[in-house]
């Protein structure tokens, strides 16, 4: 990507400077590390602290209003709220931005409260029937007391969506004034709540699956608070108009519902999965959960934080009418997702039992068993790692231009195939077939994004993008064989299960991996090497 003084007839990024998606994706990413480490802390802690059945009950639970969290939140903020703002922002200035953002948040109250209502009162209800699954997974019947654990768990954090989903909206809004620093570390705030509910309440309860409620209703809270005031210093919005009739928020609820519908199928997904998990034998949700888990730490951290960067610098582009631009956008933003994300994904599949060992490995999921199995589905998660950020970054193409619809259908039919497979496999491969359908399922939608966006804007690739990643995997895959090399000598000389042992087996193949990926890079020629270094040499502005 060349800067504003590059040869003529080269797509140019306007606005957007020549490193200025990659300070946008740094800032986000490092504020989301912060977060993502407390994130592991806090699923250590549960495993430790939380024993199987109520652990279990409670990451089910939990798993509708994060889900909702992505539909009606994350969701909304990338399709319907930023192209909206951005374009207000673009062409009618600052005071009619503010009044969009306040009649927008006024209707984002009212319809997260209807939400919030209808799921604490329809949502336990559904989970009293999770034994009916029974003739397609096999596994576990549950008592009554057990479901009754896992309706009340549901019933007390399903409110969560409430306070998530205003904290969204308010990302939302912080994005579009180029505001990243407030979004990245504010997650924080919900795994320190839950660590320290942990270490308060669980002794002392005779059901400890309920410090965990306790947390979440306190970290929910402290997320849309410090947004809440972060919108209202850098985009002048502090209080809710209710005029729900103005054209702008009429547009963002026409794009809301298609994406209301696409956002479901990935999120119904996981939600699917879950319900399987808790079906197919106990321990299988804590094994996936845990894999989850690993791989969105990269996947966030990396991937969605370039994502974060990518639509705002999309939709400006595409609010001027300038498509080669936002297509330029697009090819720069896979480029850097690849180039953070790629080196990740091998890592996680080559050096999945020593991580899953050191981090998870202790507590009730220390058993030899459970580490295996968590292993198993964090390579087979970790296999679709660059599709899950690919989608993440392509779909802002179609959320810049306002077209929702047509990632409704992709996304759907990769829910259908979802489904099918989830059906098809569980019984024969339990968690893994689980795993297993969810890569291939988000493989399949990356796939299709990509052939129907090259249609509309010209192909999705040229000369240097396709050399940027030839060189970029030779780099990946050269680093793989050094970490596997570097796991079979240290186990050879430090093959025990003491912490030393663990940190060993895990730490020295992943410095020596960074390492020989930074090395690769450089003899290979990687540019996004240079422009990462370019950044921090300069160190971050302040955002």
Not at 283 to 310: C, D, E, H, K, S
Not at 448 to 464: E, K, N
Not at 484 to 489: L, P, Q, R, T
């Amino acid at each position: 990507m060349k800067s504003k003084n590059s040869t003529r007839g080269k797509p140019q990024l306007a606005d957007v400077e020549d490193h200025q998606l990659t300070r946008f994706s740094a800032i986000f990413a490092l504020g989301t590390m912060v977060s993502r480490v407390l994130g592991l802390v806090r699923d250590v802690m549960i495993g430790v602290f939380i024993p199987v059945g109520p652990r279990e009950a409670f990451l089910v639970a939990f798993r509708f209003p994060n889900m909702l969290r992505d539909i009606v939140g994350e969701g909304a903020a990338n399709a319907a709220f930023i192209p909206v703002f951005s374009e207000t922002l673009e062409k009618r200035k600052e005071k009619k931005f503010r009044e969009v953002v306040s009649s927008s948040f006024g209707a984002m109250l009212i319809l997260l409260g209807l939400i919030t209502l209808a799921g604490v009162i329809l949502i336990p209800e559904l989970l009293r029937g999770v034994n009916l699954l029974q003739p397609i997974t096999g596994g576990k019947l549950y008592s009554t007391e057990e479901v009754g654990l896992l309706t009340s768990l549901s019933r007390w954090t399903f409110p969560y969506i409430f306070f998530i989903g205003l904290a969204v909206f308010s990302m939302a809004t912080l994005f579009t004034v180029k505001h990243y620093a407030t979004p990245s570390w504010s997650p924080a705030l919900l795994n320190i709540a839950m660590i320290v509910c942990i270490l308060l309440f669980t002794s002392s309860s005779t059901d400890p699956a309920w410090a965990l409620v306790v947390g979440v209703w306190i970290g929910g809270i402290a997320q849309a608070l410090v947004l809440y005031l972060a919108m209202g210093k850098h985009a002048g919005v502090w209080r809710p108009s209710f005029d729900l009739r103005r054209k702008e928020v009429l547009t963002i609820f026409a794009l809301l519902g298609p994406v209301v519908i696409g956002q479901s199928a990935g999120e119904i997904n996981k939600v699917i999965d879950s319900i399987f998990a808790y079906k197919s034998g106990e321990g299988a949700v804590t094994w996936l959960y845990y894999a989850n888990r690993l791989v969105q730490l990269p996947l966030t951290i990396f991937g969605f934080a370039t994502a974060a960067a990518v639509l705002p610098a999309a939709s400006r582009a595409a609010a001027r009418n300038a498509p080669e631009e936002m297509r330029a956008v697009i090819l720069q933003g896979m480029r850097q997702s690849f180039f953070m994300v790629a080196p990740s994904m091998i890592g996680l599949m080559v050096l999945a039992n020593p991580i899953v060992k050191l981090i998870f490995g202790w507590g009730e999921t220390r058993h030899a068993t459970d580490i295996e199995n968590t292993a198993y589905a964090t390579a087979i998660y970790a296999a679709g790692l660059v599709s899950f950020a690919w989608v993440k970054v392509v779909i802002s193409g179609f959320y810049a231009v306002k077209d929702t619809k047509t990632p409704v259908l992709i996304a759907s039919l990769s829910m259908v195939l979802n489904i099918v497979l989830n059906a098809v496999l569980v019984k024969s491969y339990g968690f893994k077939g689980l795993a297993f359908a969810t890569t291939v399922s988000y493989t399949m939608n990356f796939l299709a994004l990509y052939v129907v966006l090259g249609r509309r804007y010209g192909s999705l690739w040229d000369g240097p993008f396709v050399t940027a990643l030839v060189r970029m995997t030779a780099a990946t895959a050269g680093m793989g064989a050094v970490a596997f090399a570097s796991y079979v000598g240290v186990m050879r000389f430090m093959p025990g299960d003491t912490l030393l042992d663990r940190m060993a087996q895990a730490g020295a193949p992943i410095v020596t991996a960074i390492a020989a990926f930074l090395l690769l890079c450089r003899l290979f020629g990687v540019t996004e090497l240079d422009s990462f270094a370019q950044l921090f040499r300069r160190r971050l502005p302040k955002n």
